[in-house]
């Protein structure tokens, strides 16, 4: 059974940067059938999908961060990693990192396994 | 980008009754490309529905689906206590992925 987990710290400066890592068990993030995402969510609101990375490294980032965020891939470690750059008060949400499948009716993917989440506050 | 509109924001409903929750879209999502995930407080959201209107694994059939193009519709036949939750609708049609600003379903 996959599982990925959140880590990284839940108190952020403004202006610094927000650094985070999902660990993947129980699979492989090499087997090259997924995509791995990050997604946000601040206190109270709905769910924004920042971006995604392939095993092989290759990105894709949502317009609204893609000016600030990285994400990357260790697949030695079975993780993937965001950092967010420049970070305000704006930024303070639960952050969750997500398995995208390719769902077998559609055009594309679906968030079938999720991180529990780690909220990241940005606060001086 | 693909904007959702959830409504209504929030449905309070009785154990038992039925539930429907709107989804629109602002352009039409091709080939039924939307997915619903149910959230409780506390937990990441599940995967409820893809395709519009097959349940994902494990998902018990008072869950339906249905639409196409720019409205989907998201039916809970009876509420069970556990179903209170919110509820998110996502397209996957175009990146980037979207998703709605979720309904509420809370207890009268």
């Known amino acids: 059974q996959v599982q990925l987990q959140e880590s990284g710290p839940g108190l952020v400066k403004p202006s610094q940067t927000l650094s985070l890592t999902c660990t993947v068990s129980g699979g492989s993030i090499s087997s090259g059938d997924y995509f791995w995402s990050w997604i946000r969510q601040p206190p109270g609101k709905g769910l924004e999908w920042i971006g995604y990375i392939y095993y092989s490294g290759s990105a894709y980032y949502g317009p609204s961060l893609k000016s600030r965020v990285s994400i990357s891939v260790d697949t030695s470690r079975n993780q993937f990693s965001l950092n967010l750059y420049s970070v305000t008060a704006a930024d303070t949400a639960v952050y969750y990192c997500a398995r995208e499948v390719n769902v077998p009716v559609g055009n594309g993917d679906a968030f079938d396994i999720w991180g529990q989440g780690t909220m990241v506050t940005v606060s001086s | 980008e693909i904007v959702l509109t959830q409504s209504p924001g929030t449905l309070s409903l009785s154990p038992g009754e039925r539930a429907t929750l709107s989804c629109r879209a602002s352009q039409s999502v091709r080939s039924s490309s939307l997915a619903w995930y149910q959230q409780k407080p506390g937990q990441a959201p599940r995967l409820l529905m893809y395709g519009a209107s097959t349940r994902a694994t494990g998902i018990p059939d008072r869950f339906s689906g249905s639409g196409s193009g720019t409205d989907f519709i998201l039916t809970i036949s009876r509420l069970e206590p556990e179903d209170f939750a919110v509820y998110y609708c996502?397209?996957?049609?175009?990146?980037?992925?979207?998703f709605g600003g979720g309904t509420r379903v809370e207890i009268k």
């Open positions: 996502q397209q996957y049609d175009f990146r980037p992925l979207t």
